[in-house]
């Protein structure tokens, strides 16, 4: 367990320079991605940005993610619980369209511009945790689709299976705690408070 996101961004970092890697640059997922991110930044010597990403709720579980819609608007679904469940298409196509919108407008909050092009360079996406990964996922679609160099996702916590997943979205996958009892990326946390807005910019900052 993790006293906080201070204390989990400092073992992620070392994780990261114990397996050599370096960044060009270090893509946080907001909110809580972003004092994980601000911290790896600094130790591995490259800028921080965003990628945003909104989850997918499956219809009436809102805390089930059946997909995550990038700010772009590419999308990546979880094909097997959308057929476990028999999600309609009408409901899909509305969740995509209006999570679409609220992954975009985040990317604008944190970001002035346009998004920059990873092409070429060595990324490193930090999150708080993953759970589904489904966010994670979206978010290395996305920056997968400027061809960068080297991909690596990177997370305090998550459960193997989620994790293994993400192996084909990046080049590696680096987690400093990957328990079999995996129950919310909250429950491996002794302090995990919301990351507010004002906040999350004071990292970019």
Same mark, same amino acid.
């Given at each position: 367990?993790?006293?906080?996101? &201070?204390?989990? @961004?400092?073992?992620?970092?070392?994780?990261?320079?114990?397996?050599?890697?370096?960044?060009?640059?270090?893509?946080? *997922? !907001?909110?809580?991605?972003?004092?994980?991110? #601000?911290?790896?930044?600094?130790?591995?010597?490259?800028?921080? /940005?965003?990628?945003?990403? @909104?989850?997918? @709720?499956?219809?009436?579980?809102?805390?089930?993610? *059946?997909?995550?819609?990038?700010?772009?608007?590419?999308?990546?679904?979880?094909?097997?619980? %959308?057929? #476990? *469940?028999?999600?309609?298409? /009408?409901?899909?196509? =509305?969740?995509?369209?209006?999570?679409?919108?609220?992954?975009?407008?985040?990317?604008? =909050?944190?970001?002035?511009? /346009?998004? !920059?092009?990873?092409?070429?360079?060595?990324?490193?996406?930090?999150?708080?945790?993953?759970? =589904?990964?489904? &966010?994670?996922?979206?978010?290395?679609? %996305?920056?997968?689709?400027?061809?960068?160099?080297?991909?690596?996702?990177?997370?305090?916590?998550? !459960?193997?299976?989620?994790?293994? &997943? %993400?192996?084909?979205?990046?080049?590696?996958?680096?987690?400093?705690?990957?328990?079999?009892?995996?129950?919310?990326?909250?429950?491996?946390?002794? &302090?995990?408070?919301?990351?507010? /807005?004002?906040?999350?910019?004071?990292? %970019?900052?």
């Amino acid at each position: 367990m993790f006293s906080d996101r &201070t204390a989990a @961004s400092a073992r992620l970092a070392d994780a990261l320079e114990d397996r050599g890697i370096e960044a060009d640059v270090v893509l946080a *997922i !907001p909110r809580g991605g972003l004092p994980l991110g #601000r911290v790896v930044a600094d130790r591995l010597g490259a800028p921080l /940005d965003v990628v945003v990403a @909104s989850k997918l @709720s499956a219809p009436n579980n809102p805390e089930y993610a *059946i997909g995550a819609v990038a700010e772009d608007g590419s999308v990546w679904l979880n094909d097997e619980a %959308l057929d #476990r *469940i028999g999600v309609a298409d /009408d409901y899909l196509a =509305t969740e995509r369209e209006r999570e679409r919108a609220v992954a975009a407008d985040k990317a604008a =909050t944190y970001r002035e511009g /346009d998004r !920059p092009d990873f092409g070429g360079e060595r990324v490193v996406v930090v999150d708080d945790g993953v759970a =589904t990964g489904a &966010t994670m996922r979206a978010c290395l679609r %996305l920056v997968r689709a400027d061809d960068p160099e080297y991909l690596v996702a990177a997370v305090p916590v998550g !459960p193997p299976d989620a994790l293994d &997943t %993400l192996e084909g979205y990046a080049e590696e996958v680096v987690a400093v705690e990957e328990p079999g009892n995996f129950r919310a990326v909250g429950a491996h946390y002794r &302090t995990f408070d919301q990351v507010s /807005d004002e906040e999350a910019m004071r990292y %970019l900052a």
